[in-house]
């Protein structure tokens, strides 16, 4: 038996206000306008096999000399990242065209958080991959009225393949899976990172130890869509950061919420797509990296 989300189109764009909170069981639906429905059933299917061609590709092109595209500051970008992110579109626009965000080449048809949109990362931690280190996967995601609701997140080099459905459930390699429910901040650990556009300057590295120290540990794995899922699934119990691109975590986001976490995505500061994060096991959790 398929199943629909309904989607609201509501007038005037509402993304730089958005702030979607969702736990496993939540109500999705949204009655108040125009809505249309979409098949999560398919959009999951649709989302996975993406993740997989495009898996497939850089697991291919991992053997091979690495053509390095552009270089600058913290960032690294690789022709694989446009040879699979390439794979995607065309997969996308056969099966389930929709408007779609994408890292390598931006906005496709009217792309706007409000409305129903595919968001797309080829490959999360593009310098792990660079330097053959296996934390780094092909993201896709269905974003709908300002939240996540489909999410495909595969590390090839694992043959890990994380999915969700916002509301409904999550799974790993098809078997549930659950965030850790953990509500003691001094037992929990955290992922984090330091985005592209992070601020590195003494104040914000002391202000981040502050947040943070409590915690049990801390790990920076170098790709906020693993950092995500492994929220989602109890390997960590929160992730948070700070002007991250909707990209790198709209995948992750949906298949948090799936998994029971609780989930905050709200406006960043240096562009129209950066989000501020916070993937929590609880409540208690949620509330020590709130601001």
Excluded at 88 to 101: D, G
Excluded at 167 to 193: K, Q
Aim: proline share 3%; aromatic share 8%; charged share 25%.
């Amino acid at each position: 038996m398929s199943h629909s989300l309904r989607l609201f189109f509501p007038a005037g764009n509402a993304g730089n206000a958005v702030n979607a909170i969702l736990a496993a069981g939540a109500d999705l639906d949204d009655n108040r306008g125009m809505t249309t429905a979409i098949d999560t059933d398919k959009a999951l299917a649709v989302a996975t096999e993406a993740v997989r061609r495009a898996g497939k590709i850089l697991l291919d092109l991992s053997d091979t000399s690495l053509r390095v595209l552009s270089e600058t500051g913290h960032d690294i970008k690789l022709e694989a990242d446009r040879k699979s992110e390439d794979a995607i579109l065309q997969f996308l626009a056969a099966e389930m065209p929709l408007p779609v965000l994408t890292e390598e080449s931006g906005e496709h048809g009217i792309a706007e958080d409000t409305r129903a949109m595919w968001v797309v990362d080829p490959l999360d931690g593009t310098f792990n991959y660079a330097r053959r280190l296996p934390l780094c996967c092909s993201c896709v995601g269905l974003w709908a009225d300002g939240a996540p609701r489909v999410g495909a997140v595969y590390n090839f080099f694992t043959d890990e393949l994380f999915t969700g459905i916002a509301g409904r459930g999550a799974w790993l390699n098809g078997r549930p899976i659950r965030a850790s429910g953990i509500r003691e901040v001094a037992r929990a650990a955290l992922a984090t990172g330091f985005p592209t556009y992070a601020d590195h300057s003494d104040k914000a590295l002391r202000d981040f130890f502050e947040r943070v120290k409590s915690f049990k540990k801390i790990r920076m794995i170098g790709t906020a869509a693993l950092a995500g899922v492994f929220a989602a699934c109890g390997r960590v119990d929160a992730y948070r950061e700070k002007d991250i691109w909707l990209w790198d975590v709209a995948a992750a986001a949906a298949v948090a919420a799936g998994a029971g976490a609780k989930v905050s995505v709200r406006p960043g500061t240096v562009g129209k797509w950066s989000r501020e994060v916070i993937f929590a096991s609880s409540d208690e959790v949620f509330a020590a990296l709130a601001d």
